[in-house]
């Protein structure tokens, strides 16, 4: 069976794969910095279809991403976390950003998250990701 697209804009696309119960989603290189509208569409929905499919783990492709900013971590430690854990939410993979300082802002991101008992893994790879998310 293959991935189900839940999202797809010039942005990114995030996508659900029913075998591993995975969200997934990937920035696009062309439009690397999150969007406020578009980066809270698209979390929000990964939240839903996390907690509609019962599934418990998300892949975040960030290799082409700037990062958020301020406000956008905010929202993200505020409503979209403690939604999104309260959802199933327990494993997740990363592909590390190429870009300096977004390694850095999700440093911190996991560094939080991980204290809050998220099962957190960087890769350069999202199939590396993707193998170490099916094992969990």
């Known amino acids: ?13 995030l996508w659900y794969h029913p075998e591993s119960k995975t969200i997934h989603h990937q920035t696009h290189p062309q439009h690397g910095t999150w969007q406020t509208e578009e980066f809270r569409k698209m979390m929000l929905l990964g939240s839903q ?3 509609d499919k019962g599934a418990q783990k998300w892949l975040s ?6 990062g958020t900013n301020k406000d956008e971590y905010q929202w993200g430690v505020e409503f979209w976390f403690p939604r ?16 300096i300082i977004a ?4 440093e911190k991101v996991v560094k939080d998250y991980k204290a809050q008992g998220i099962n957190t893994k ?9 193998n170490w998310l099916e094992s969990q």
Not at 2 to 12: G, H, K, L, N
């Open 1 to 13: 069976m293959s991935a189900e697209i839940i999202y797809d804009s010039p942005f990114a696309t």
């Open 49 to 51: 279809t996390l907690a």
């Open 61 to 66: 492709d960030d290799r082409d991403s700037n």
């Open 84 to 99: 999104t854990v309260k959802a199933g939410w327990k494993h997740w993979a990363i592909v590390q950003p190429k870009h």
């Open 103 to 106: 390694q850095l802002n999700m």
């Open 122 to 130: 960087f890769f350069s790879d999202a199939e590396e990701a993707m």
